[in-house]
């Protein structure tokens, strides 16, 4: 059973014997228990990462991409099973987790067929004197930290590319939701990953663990995914051994509904931006701009259909939005709508916490919602869309742009030429036209300012995970 920690290739307890106890969010009782590493059994997965680089670094990238298409397959295969544990940690609803899967296992997929083009160049200097080659050999032992809201796609994007170049990885899962990632370790494994080319060290102790996986000399470079506060964080430890980083973080999207667009269609974007995984990701629709001859009209129908939300357990059938992670989620949700309905926004629906067990909170709509409100500036990672109308084009790109956060942005409008011109406009890693999801591990996925540093998917992700040498050549 996975339950431990996963280093080059053995299970095996915590060097102190801690345990991490992992809670379901819909009942709030504890489901499992796990193993719980220290700084130095970070350090023990990365020298296992380190005597496992080379090798791996070695193999043909046929034979890796070979490897990460029997993982891609062994991930589909245990679908329902892998489901089944993320909607047991995080609670979304099954249907939820089964998408993630499927997302989760594409990135080997694409990965498998990305490792035999990691293309390099050769040209000739000005000059003609020499020849100019450039490689892009792997980095070394990668650190990933990894967030909650997506327990197994999250480390799989990151990994199958990191694998996909060469590199062995040491990933530390969140405290909530060690089991997705301690079974999908197990299974790579089965599928063929070498001992020591992936390790899992779930903690109790996420700073001094970083602090001693990446003092380990063998770190090249840590892969983050989380809150923007942590990243800035790491970014300053990561500093200490000029590490290379990739960040993806926190966002703040927002979803803009012109007067000419299709509002059915609209609602039905919107309710997939801010509602599917149980408004718990970092793409959801934060603040909803509505044009002025639209905003009543699309308030009304955003409210019905987040008043037909079922609210449960994922398990329960007919269910769309399961229970927030915890008990902090519930609260910082309550005051960021309690301070909008006190500073004068109206409730179309809902607005309040739903009485446990379980940390539920009922799917929210307000109107009227002032530009400068906060909740239009924080992260609300709940079931809460605040309508903002407008009437000025200009005035509501110059608001979706005043954040420091540029992770994704949706605009709804039947003239796709006003489309893309807004979307130029918009200082976004990522825009949705028309379109209320846009994740594809074929695609750039990725913030501008405070959302973060490099891209994950795409041809793009595999380069992040390598270095660049060039060799000056005569011959
Ligand atoms: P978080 O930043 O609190 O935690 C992320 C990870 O960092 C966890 O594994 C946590 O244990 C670890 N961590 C926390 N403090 C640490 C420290 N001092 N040293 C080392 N590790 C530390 O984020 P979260 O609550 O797990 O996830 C939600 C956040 O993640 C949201 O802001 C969301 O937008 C963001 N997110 C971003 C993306 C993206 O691709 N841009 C994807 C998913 C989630």
């Known amino acids: 059973m996975s339950d431990g920690l996963f280093i080059g290739g053995q299970w095996r307890a915590g060097s102190d014997g801690d345990t991490i106890v992992v809670h379901d969010p819909a009942t709030g009782e504890a489901i499992a228990t796990v193993a719980a590493g220290t700084p130095d059994d970070a350090t023990a997965a990365v020298e296992a990462a380190d005597r496992a680089q080379a090798g791996w670094a070695a193999t043909a990238p046929r034979e890796r991409g070979e490897i990460l298409r029997a993982s891609w397959q062994t991930l589909v ?35 498998s067929e990305e490792a035999v083009r990691i293309h390099g160049s050769i040209g000739i200097s000005p000059a003609g004197t020499n020849q100019i080659i450039v ?36 990933i530390k899962p969140p405290r909530e939701t060690p089991l997705t990632a301690l079974r999908v370790a197990e299974l790579l494994a ?24 990446t003092a380990n000399r063998a770190c090249r470079m840590v892969s983050f995914t989380g809150s923007t506060e942590v990243g800035r964080v790491l970014l300053r430890r990561a500093a200490d051994r000029v590490l290379k980083v990739a960040m993806e973080l926190g966002g703040n999207a927002p979803f803009i509904v012109f007067d000419d667009a299709d509002l059915d269609a609209a609602v039905e974007g919107a309710m997939v931006a801010k509602m599917r995984h149980s408004a718990e990701t970092c793409t959801a629709a934060n603040r909803f701009y509505a044009e002025a001859g639209v905003a009543d009209a699309f308030t009304e129908k955003l409210a019905a259909a987040m008043g037909d939300v079922k609210v449960g357990s994922g398990f329960d059938a007919g269910v769309t939005c399961g229970p927030m992670i915890n ?39 307000l109107g009227g919602v002032d530009p400068a409100d906060p909740i239009t500036t924080n992260e609300i990672f709940g079931p809460v869309a605040p309508v903002i109308p407008f009437s000025d084009h200009d005035a509501m790109i110059d608001a979706a742009n005043d954040t420091e956060m540029g992770l994704a942005a949706y605009v709804y409008t039947a003239d796709v030429g006003k489309g893309m011109r807004t979307a130029e406009r918009l200082e976004s890693g990522m825009v949705g036209l028309n ?3 846009m994740s594809d591990p074929a695609a750039p996925f990725g913030g501008m300012k405070q959302s973060g540093l490099g891209r994950e998917g795409a041809s793009e992700g595999i380069y992040e995970f390598c270095e660049t040498q060039y060799i000056a050549a005569s011959w």
Not at 201 to 212: L, R
């Open 327 to 365: 008990a902090e989620a519930i609260a910082s949700i309550s005051s960021l709508v309690d301070a909008s309905v006190g500073a004068g926004a109206s409730v179309a629906t809902g607005g309040s916490a739903i009485d446990g067990p379980g940390h539920f909170f009922e799917p929210t709509v």
């Open 190 to 213: 089965e599928a063929g990953v070498p001992d020591g080319v992936v390790n899992v060290v779930p903690t109790n102790h996420s700073g001094p663990w970083f602090d001693a996986a």
């Open 435 to 437: 379109r209320g999801a």
């Open 77 to 111: 295969d245990n679908a329902d099973e892998l489901a089944t544990l993320i909607t047991r940690e995080h609670g979304k609803p099954l249907a939820d987790a089964r998408g993630e899967i499927t997302y989760a296992a594409e990135f080997f997929r694409w990965n």
């Open 135 to 170: 490689r892009h050999p792997p980095v070394g032992v990668v650190v990933m930290v990894t967030p909650w809201n997506f327990p197994a796609a999250m480390i799989t994007r990151k990994v199958a590319p990191a694998l996909a170049a060469g590199n062995a990885v040491v």
